[in-house]
């Protein structure tokens, strides 16, 4: 590292903390990832659903690890045709709460479930599910290494993980403008609304600035198994998703 690169901020991911920071931004969660995201992530987790699409029931059933309200597991729902069981798992009570309550209000909630699970030690048998996705909740796992390694774990041979996370732009023009909305703006509104005791929404930016992202992520994956690695930037490179395969 050069003097003139910036280090990577040191952020709190004790599960204790994560925890209970989530639980406090829940009622707000969602509409502030629309708001503050202008609804493009609803459209990168319906690209995920087509770059990462499930199989037929026979392949068994999707995992959605770190759901918060469900909105992933949700969009798969739809993408399989009504036609895959899905389980969403996250480990704050408050984020599923809510994600029960658009599974029931969309009639799916005996097709759709959710239950309380920490992504480090999930409560699935090996090769249990034909698709393991998570979307924006690796980087808040306290030990990456352990989440990555439990998606791999519960995958079935030939099934895939699919991880959507946030990601540094590196265009000339678009990366310093977002970093600029992204640690400085963004931060502001977020805490406007959320009124967070944590700071959640200092700490989003700081986790994403620390966070590995493109070919080192990817290549994090393939050291926990994962062959036929790809990823897909979306706007601009503001997300993306990685795509590995469990060898048979």
């Not at 729902?77 to 809510?98: C, H, N, S």
């Not at 309550?101 to 699970?117: M, Q």
Request: proline share 7%; with cysteine; charged share 20%.
């Amino acid at each position: 590292m050069t003097a003139t690169e910036p280090t990577a901020p040191v952020v709190d991911k004790r599960e204790v903390r994560i925890q209970r920071m989530f639980g406090q931004i829940a009622p707000w969660y969602d509409f502030l990832n629309h708001l503050l995201s202008l609804n493009i992530d609803r459209r990168w987790r319906r690209k995920t659903t087509l770059l990462a699409p499930p199989a037929g029931p026979e392949a068994g059933p999707i995992l959605d690890l770190c759901t918060g309200t469900g909105d992933l597991a949700i969009a798969y729902d739809a993408a399989a045709k009504q036609a895959v069981p899905i389980v969403g798992a996250d480990f704050t009570r408050e984020m599923l709460v809510r994600a029960v309550a658009k599974a029931d209000k969309r009639g799916i909630g005996e097709r759709v479930t959710f239950l309380a699970a920490d992504a480090q030690a999930l409560p699935f048998a090996d090769d249990t599910f034909q698709l393991v996705t998570v979307a924006f909740g690796l980087r808040n796992v306290t030990d990456t290494d352990k989440g990555l390694s439990e998606m791999v774990r519960v995958t079935k041979p030939g099934g895939r993980v699919a991880v959507l996370e946030f990601s540094k732009p590196r265009g000339r023009i678009i990366g310093p403008l977002y970093r600029w909305y992204f640690t400085t703006l963004l931060p502001r509104v977020g805490q406007l609304f959320s009124r967070s005791p944590e700071s959640a929404y200092n700490y989003l930016p700081a986790s994403v600035m620390g966070f590995p992202d493109y070919e080192e992520l990817t290549a994090k994956m393939a050291t926990h198994g994962l062959a036929d690695l790809h990823y897909h930037p979306f706007t601009f490179g503001i997300a993306t998703l990685y795509v590995g395969t469990k060898p048979l």
